[in-house]
């Protein structure tokens, strides 16, 4: 299996405090990984050294043959297109509607008929479940399922090869964390993607996902399947699975 992510002996300093301590992981093709951890182990700080939103320390980390440690300014700015990013909670611009958010990096990125831009949209927004007719609304008009909706439609506008989730069933509802997973579950299959998930809901740990790393102590305590890390003999794997 082709590896599009490898983190290779990162650390990470926050003033004087190490986050992480020479972390390691591979992360394969069409994959569902998960990055898990107890709070503070620094898992969003990991997806966001990832997706080149914070500096690491040392160490490297390389996506789709890209060095992160030396890229360039006009290389990373291509990478960015490569991938779309669900920020915890939906991260919308209050002051436009769901249709202007999602058309945000296509306005911004590329030269598209307006036609076009639209037409993306419609079709981003059936993707994801919404109604064609929730184009119009605010993000202060509508649920928390549906904002983290218009977020994952934004985050595919540019039909990306890698979608990078930042735990994206907190605060919602049981139903619609599980309608979420089913979401996401068939959008990889549907589009071939690749996604990388920080996530504390069990239930959708060992619904959605393919492989896991778990951050403990500031490095990889485990990675492997989900069966393969749960049956590991070790007090914080039984804890943290419970």
């Not at 569902?32 to 939103?53: A, D, F, N, Q, W």
């Not at 990478?79 to 058309?103: D, T, Y």
Request: contains cysteine; charged residues 20%.
């Amino acid at each position: 299996m082709q590896s599009i992510i490898k983190v290779n002996d990162v650390k990470t300093v926050f003033d004087n405090r190490v986050v992480h301590d020479g972390l390691n992981l591979s992360i394969n093709q069409g994959e569902i990984y998960g990055l898990l951890g107890p709070s503070g182990c620094g898992k969003t700080t990991l997806l966001r050294e990832m997706v080149m939103l914070q500096k690491f320390d040392g160490g490297n980390i390389e996506i789709l043959g890209n060095n992160l440690s030396n890229i360039d300014d006009s290389a990373a700015q291509k990478l960015r297109r490569e991938w779309g990013v669900l920020f915890q909670a939906g991260a919308l611009f209050s002051s436009l509607n769901i249709a202007q958010n999602i058309a945000l990096p296509l306005v911004e990125y590329t030269d598209l008929s307006t036609d076009m831009i639209n037409e993306i949209i419609e079709f981003k927004i059936n993707l994801v479940g919404l109604k064609s007719r929730d184009a119009l609304l605010y993000p202060s008009q509508i649920s928390g399922g549906m904002k983290k909706k218009a977020g994952l439609a934004r985050a595919l506008a540019m039909d990306p090869k890698l979608l990078f989730l930042d735990e994206p069933t907190s605060g919602l509802d049981p139903i619609s964390a599980r309608d979420f997973d089913a979401l996401i579950l068939k959008l990889r299959s549907l589009l071939g993607l690749t996604i990388v998930m920080v996530s504390h809901d069990l239930q959708s740990i060992y619904d959605t996902l393919d492989r896991v790393a778990i951050i403990d102590n500031k490095k990889i305590a485990y990675e492997g399947t989900v069966s393969e890390v749960t049956s590991a003999k070790s007090e914080f794997i039984q804890t943290f699975f419970k």
